[in-house]
T-cell receptor, first 110, second 114 residues
Protein backbone atom coordinates (compact mmCIF):
# COMPACT_ATOMS: atom_id res chain seq x y z
CA UNK A 1 0.00 0.00 0.00
CA UNK A 2 1.35 3.36 -1.05
CA UNK A 3 2.12 5.84 1.71
CA UNK A 4 3.04 9.43 0.94
CA UNK A 5 4.85 11.75 3.32
CA UNK A 6 5.57 15.41 2.78
CA UNK A 7 7.86 17.74 4.60
CA UNK A 8 7.82 20.29 5.87
CA UNK A 9 4.17 20.48 6.90
CA UNK A 10 4.37 24.22 7.31
CA UNK A 11 6.69 26.67 5.59
CA UNK A 12 6.93 30.37 6.18
CA UNK A 13 9.08 32.19 3.65
CA UNK A 14 10.08 35.70 2.80
CA UNK A 15 9.33 36.94 -0.68
CA UNK A 16 12.26 36.45 -3.02
CA UNK A 17 13.62 33.37 -1.23
CA UNK A 18 13.98 29.84 -2.60
CA UNK A 19 12.81 26.67 -0.93
CA UNK A 20 12.02 23.01 -1.63
CA UNK A 21 9.13 20.82 -0.54
CA UNK A 22 9.88 17.11 -0.31
CA UNK A 23 7.56 14.21 -1.05
CA UNK A 24 8.60 10.68 -0.14
CA UNK A 25 6.53 7.68 -1.13
CA UNK A 26 6.75 4.10 0.04
CA UNK A 27 6.22 1.91 -3.01
CA UNK A 28 6.46 2.19 -6.75
CA UNK A 29 3.92 4.58 -8.20
CA UNK A 30 3.23 4.88 -11.90
CA UNK A 31 3.17 8.64 -11.68
CA UNK A 32 3.29 11.45 -9.17
CA UNK A 33 1.02 14.48 -8.98
CA UNK A 34 1.37 17.87 -7.39
CA UNK A 35 -1.70 19.89 -6.48
CA UNK A 36 -2.30 23.35 -5.09
CA UNK A 37 -5.18 24.16 -2.77
CA UNK A 38 -6.23 27.63 -1.66
CA UNK A 39 -8.16 27.91 1.63
CA UNK A 40 -11.66 26.49 1.30
CA UNK A 41 -11.13 25.70 -2.37
CA UNK A 42 -10.68 22.58 -4.44
CA UNK A 43 -7.50 21.01 -5.76
CA UNK A 44 -5.76 22.55 -8.74
CA UNK A 45 -3.49 20.22 -10.67
CA UNK A 46 0.02 21.64 -11.05
CA UNK A 47 2.21 18.86 -12.40
CA UNK A 48 2.07 15.23 -13.49
CA UNK A 49 5.45 13.49 -13.35
CA UNK A 50 5.54 10.34 -15.43
CA UNK A 51 9.00 8.88 -15.30
CA UNK A 52 12.29 8.81 -13.49
CA UNK A 53 14.19 12.04 -13.93
CA UNK A 54 11.11 13.93 -15.07
CA UNK A 55 11.31 17.66 -14.48
CA UNK A 56 8.50 20.13 -15.11
CA UNK A 57 8.45 23.86 -14.61
CA UNK A 58 5.68 26.43 -14.52
CA UNK A 59 6.59 29.94 -13.54
CA UNK A 60 8.35 29.92 -10.17
CA UNK A 61 7.55 26.27 -9.48
CA UNK A 62 9.61 23.31 -10.63
CA UNK A 63 8.81 19.67 -9.85
CA UNK A 64 11.06 16.66 -10.25
CA UNK A 65 10.80 12.92 -9.76
CA UNK A 66 13.41 10.37 -8.69
CA UNK A 67 11.72 6.97 -8.78
CA UNK A 68 14.79 5.15 -7.48
CA UNK A 69 14.84 7.26 -4.34
CA UNK A 70 11.02 7.36 -4.29
CA UNK A 71 11.27 11.11 -3.94
CA UNK A 72 9.64 14.05 -5.63
CA UNK A 73 10.48 17.67 -4.97
CA UNK A 74 8.66 20.93 -5.58
CA UNK A 75 11.12 23.80 -5.78
CA UNK A 76 10.00 27.38 -5.34
CA UNK A 77 12.15 30.08 -6.87
CA UNK A 78 12.00 33.70 -5.70
CA UNK A 79 8.72 33.20 -3.85
CA UNK A 80 5.92 35.73 -4.18
CA UNK A 81 2.85 36.21 -1.98
CA UNK A 82 0.54 34.72 -4.63
CA UNK A 83 2.19 31.33 -4.09
CA UNK A 84 0.78 31.15 -0.55
CA UNK A 85 -1.37 27.99 -0.48
CA UNK A 86 -1.25 24.36 0.58
CA UNK A 87 0.59 22.00 -1.73
CA UNK A 88 -0.11 18.28 -1.94
CA UNK A 89 1.70 15.47 -3.67
CA UNK A 90 -0.19 12.30 -4.53
CA UNK A 91 0.35 8.94 -6.17
CA UNK A 92 -1.91 6.16 -7.30
CA UNK A 93 -2.45 3.25 -4.96
CA UNK A 94 -3.92 -0.13 -5.85
CA UNK A 95 -7.52 0.18 -6.90
CA UNK A 96 -6.83 3.38 -8.78
CA UNK A 97 -7.23 5.55 -5.73
CA UNK A 98 -5.11 8.62 -5.26
CA UNK A 99 -3.15 8.67 -2.02
CA UNK A 100 -2.22 12.13 -0.82
CA UNK A 101 0.49 13.40 1.44
CA UNK A 102 -0.47 15.49 4.43
CA UNK A 103 0.18 18.72 2.58
CA UNK A 104 2.64 21.58 2.98
CA UNK A 105 1.11 24.87 3.99
CA UNK A 106 3.18 27.61 2.40
CA UNK A 107 3.00 31.17 3.64
CA UNK A 108 4.98 33.80 1.76
CA UNK A 109 5.48 37.01 3.69
CA UNK A 110 6.00 40.37 1.95
CA UNK B 1 -16.72 23.08 -21.41
CA UNK B 2 -17.98 22.71 -17.84
CA UNK B 3 -15.71 21.14 -15.28
CA UNK B 4 -16.71 18.85 -12.45
CA UNK B 5 -19.69 20.34 -10.64
CA UNK B 6 -20.80 19.49 -7.14
CA UNK B 7 -23.88 20.43 -5.18
CA UNK B 8 -24.58 21.84 -2.74
CA UNK B 9 -21.48 23.93 -2.03
CA UNK B 10 -22.21 24.20 1.67
CA UNK B 11 -24.39 22.17 3.99
CA UNK B 12 -25.14 22.15 7.70
CA UNK B 13 -26.63 19.04 9.24
CA UNK B 14 -27.39 17.79 12.74
CA UNK B 15 -25.86 14.67 14.26
CA UNK B 16 -27.82 11.57 13.32
CA UNK B 17 -29.22 13.03 10.12
CA UNK B 18 -28.56 11.77 6.63
CA UNK B 19 -27.02 13.72 3.75
CA UNK B 20 -26.75 13.31 -0.02
CA UNK B 21 -24.04 15.02 -2.03
CA UNK B 22 -24.12 15.23 -5.81
CA UNK B 23 -21.48 15.31 -8.52
CA UNK B 24 -21.61 15.80 -12.28
CA UNK B 25 -18.42 14.75 -14.07
CA UNK B 26 -16.80 16.41 -17.02
CA UNK B 27 -18.64 15.55 -20.23
CA UNK B 28 -17.29 12.29 -21.61
CA UNK B 29 -15.75 11.16 -18.32
CA UNK B 30 -17.06 7.82 -17.14
CA UNK B 31 -15.34 7.49 -13.77
CA UNK B 32 -16.17 9.36 -10.58
CA UNK B 33 -14.29 9.20 -7.30
CA UNK B 34 -15.15 10.68 -3.92
CA UNK B 35 -12.68 12.00 -1.34
CA UNK B 36 -13.09 13.33 2.18
CA UNK B 37 -10.81 16.12 3.33
CA UNK B 38 -10.85 16.93 7.01
CA UNK B 39 -9.52 20.37 7.88
CA UNK B 40 -5.73 20.41 7.93
CA UNK B 41 -5.30 17.02 6.27
CA UNK B 42 -4.91 15.60 2.79
CA UNK B 43 -7.91 14.13 0.97
CA UNK B 44 -8.82 10.52 1.81
CA UNK B 45 -10.29 8.18 -0.82
CA UNK B 46 -13.86 7.03 -0.19
CA UNK B 47 -15.23 5.46 -3.39
CA UNK B 48 -14.61 5.08 -7.08
CA UNK B 49 -17.30 4.28 -9.63
CA UNK B 50 -17.00 3.43 -13.30
CA UNK B 51 -19.85 2.59 -15.64
CA UNK B 52 -22.20 2.49 -12.63
CA UNK B 53 -20.15 -0.13 -10.83
CA UNK B 54 -18.10 0.32 -7.68
CA UNK B 55 -14.43 -0.12 -8.55
CA UNK B 56 -12.82 0.88 -5.28
CA UNK B 57 -13.67 1.56 -1.66
CA UNK B 58 -11.58 3.25 0.97
CA UNK B 59 -11.49 2.60 4.68
CA UNK B 60 -14.82 4.21 5.60
CA UNK B 61 -17.73 2.78 7.60
CA UNK B 62 -20.88 1.38 6.01
CA UNK B 63 -22.65 4.64 6.81
CA UNK B 64 -21.03 5.89 3.63
CA UNK B 65 -22.51 4.74 0.34
CA UNK B 66 -22.54 5.96 -3.23
CA UNK B 67 -23.94 5.24 -6.63
CA UNK B 68 -23.43 6.29 -10.22
CA UNK B 69 -26.22 6.94 -12.67
CA UNK B 70 -26.47 6.14 -16.40
CA UNK B 71 -25.46 9.72 -17.23
CA UNK B 72 -22.30 9.14 -15.10
CA UNK B 73 -23.30 11.58 -12.40
CA UNK B 74 -22.92 10.33 -8.86
CA UNK B 75 -24.31 10.68 -5.38
CA UNK B 76 -22.57 10.16 -2.06
CA UNK B 77 -24.79 9.34 0.89
CA UNK B 78 -23.81 9.49 4.52
CA UNK B 79 -26.18 8.15 7.18
CA UNK B 80 -26.26 8.73 10.92
CA UNK B 81 -23.96 11.73 10.71
CA UNK B 82 -21.28 12.20 13.32
CA UNK B 83 -19.43 15.37 14.24
CA UNK B 84 -16.32 13.79 12.73
CA UNK B 85 -17.98 13.68 9.31
CA UNK B 86 -17.55 17.43 9.06
CA UNK B 87 -15.23 17.90 6.10
CA UNK B 88 -14.83 19.06 2.53
CA UNK B 89 -16.11 16.33 0.22
CA UNK B 90 -14.42 16.33 -3.16
CA UNK B 91 -15.56 14.63 -6.31
CA UNK B 92 -13.10 13.82 -9.07
CA UNK B 93 -13.84 12.67 -12.58
CA UNK B 94 -11.63 10.90 -15.08
CA UNK B 95 -12.06 9.37 -18.50
CA UNK B 96 -11.50 5.80 -17.40
CA UNK B 97 -10.52 3.73 -14.41
CA UNK B 98 -6.82 3.77 -14.93
CA UNK B 99 -3.79 5.20 -13.24
CA UNK B 100 -2.89 6.69 -16.59
CA UNK B 101 -5.86 9.02 -16.73
CA UNK B 102 -5.76 12.24 -14.80
CA UNK B 103 -8.42 13.05 -12.21
CA UNK B 104 -10.06 16.49 -12.23
CA UNK B 105 -11.57 17.76 -9.01
CA UNK B 106 -14.77 19.68 -8.39
CA UNK B 107 -15.04 22.63 -6.06
CA UNK B 108 -16.22 20.44 -3.21
CA UNK B 109 -19.11 20.37 -0.76
CA UNK B 110 -18.37 21.74 2.70
CA UNK B 111 -20.37 19.65 5.19
CA UNK B 112 -20.68 20.85 8.77
CA UNK B 113 -22.27 18.53 11.32
CA UNK B 114 -23.48 20.21 14.52
Amino acid sequence: ELKVEQNPLFLSMQEGKNYTIYCNYSTTSDRLYWYRQDPGKSLESLFVLLSNGAVKQEGRLMASLDTKARLSTLHITAAVHDLSATYFCAGYNAGNMLTFGGGTRLMVKP
Amino acid sequence: DAGVTQSPTHLIKTRGQQVTLRCSPISGHKSVSWYQQVLGQGPQFIFQYYEKEERGRGNFPDRFSARQFPNYSSELNVNALLLGDSALYLCASSLFVSQRTEAFFGQGTRLTVV
